[in-house]
Structure formats: structure tokens, C-alpha cells
């Protein structure tokens, strides 16, 4: 036996390392996203409208609708709808209620930050998701950064589970407009 072998053994290592393999399929893994998150910034502002489609106009999947209210300048409301098609026509599946609070405003702060929760009920009626972002946003005369972290519970068909996610974008400005 090789001396790091020896020193694994007199120390207890082996067994440990054991053990650790034998934990290691335990431990949740991240699953591929089945579709590209969606980006939430912090808008609008006060006084202000944001209306959004979410989603592939030609194909299948999930398409939604969101509209959001600026009611102050840290505080947002609104409200989004989700549907299935449109390939073979709309398919109602859920609609979410959606409360975004600014802490630091982007276009005031070195960096922006807020945090964006919802809730869904399915057509059925029944609680379908919850979510939760963290939003980060940091804005330049020739850059635009923005990123989510998403905590999301969801459940579906009988199913359930709670998962994360991520999206982020970097803009530039290359023609000085």
C-alpha cells in the first residue's frame, strides 16, 4: 500500500469517503429546464404600464400574457395568464397574481434590486405555484445586466416538486443610441 494510502486508512478516510459515495446518489441534482426561464426586470415605474407575451407565437408550449402595474415607485402589482397552444388553439391553463418590491432602483442605484414573488391557481382553481425571484439589475450608458434567481414550487397532474433556476442577460450598446 502507497503512503497516501496508508495515511487514508490510519486517519479513517477510506470509510469516510465511503460513506460519502454511498450518500452522493441521494442528493438532489438540478434537472435541465424544459423550456428557457423568462427574465423579470424592475419595471415599471411609478404611475406606470408593462404589458408582455411570454412565449413562441408559432409553436407549442406554454404562452402567457403579463400586465404590471407601477403603483409607487418601489411597490408593482399584477397579474399574468398562462396558456397551452396556440397550434391547435389557446388552452387556458393557469392564471397568477404577482407583487414585485424594488429595494434599489437601477436608474438611482450603482445596482437595482428587488424581489418579485407570484401565485398561480390552475383552472381548476387550486394553488398550482408558487415563486419567488430575486432580481438584480445594474445600468450604464452602454451596458444593461440583469439577472434572476428563481425558488419555485410547483405542482401538476397529481405531482409536485420545488426547484431552482436562474436567468441572466448583458446588453450592449454598440451604435450610441
Known amino acids: 500500500m502507497d503512503l ?13 469517503h465511503y460513506a460519502i459515495a454511498a450518500l452522493l446518489p441521494l442528493v438532489p441534482t438540478p434537472a435541465p429546464a ?12 411609478a404611475g406606470e404600464v ?16 403579463e400586465l404590471l402595474f407601477g403603483l409607487t415607485d418601489k411597490l408593482v402589482i399584477g397579474a399574468e395568464m398562462e396558456f397551452e397552444g396556440p397550434r391547435d388553439g389557446l388552452v387556458f391553463e393557469e392564471v397568477s397574481a ?4 424594488r429595494f434599489a432602483d437601477p436608474e438611482e442605484a450603482p445596482v ?18 408558487l415563486e419567488m425571484r430575486g ?3 445594474m445600468q450604464s450608458p452602454r451596458w444593461w445586466l440583469q439577472g434572476n ?25 454598440v451604435g450610441g443610441l
Do not use: C
Open 34 to 45: 424544459q423550456e428557457p426561464e423568462s427574465l423579470d426586470q424592475l419595471e415599471p415605474g
Open 50 to 65: 408593462q404589458a408582455e407575451w411570454l412565449g413562441n407565437l408559432g409553436g407549442e408550449g406554454e404562452q402567457g400574457f
Open 98 to 101: 404577482v407583487v414585485l418590491y
Open 4 to 16: 497516501a494510502g496508508r495515511t487514508a486508512q490510519r486517519h479513517g478516510m477510506t470509510k469516510v
Open 112 to 129: 437595482g434590486f428587488g424581489m418579485m414573488g407570484e401565485a398561480a391557481l390552475d383552472r381548476g382553481g387550486r394553488l398550482s405555484g
Open 135 to 137: 432580481i438584480v439589475e
Open 149 to 173: 434567481a428563481i425558488l419555485r414550487h410547483a405542482r401538476e397532474d397529481g405531482e409536485h416538486g420545488t426547484g431552482i433556476a436562474y436567468s441572466a442577460s448583458a446588453q450592449r450598446d
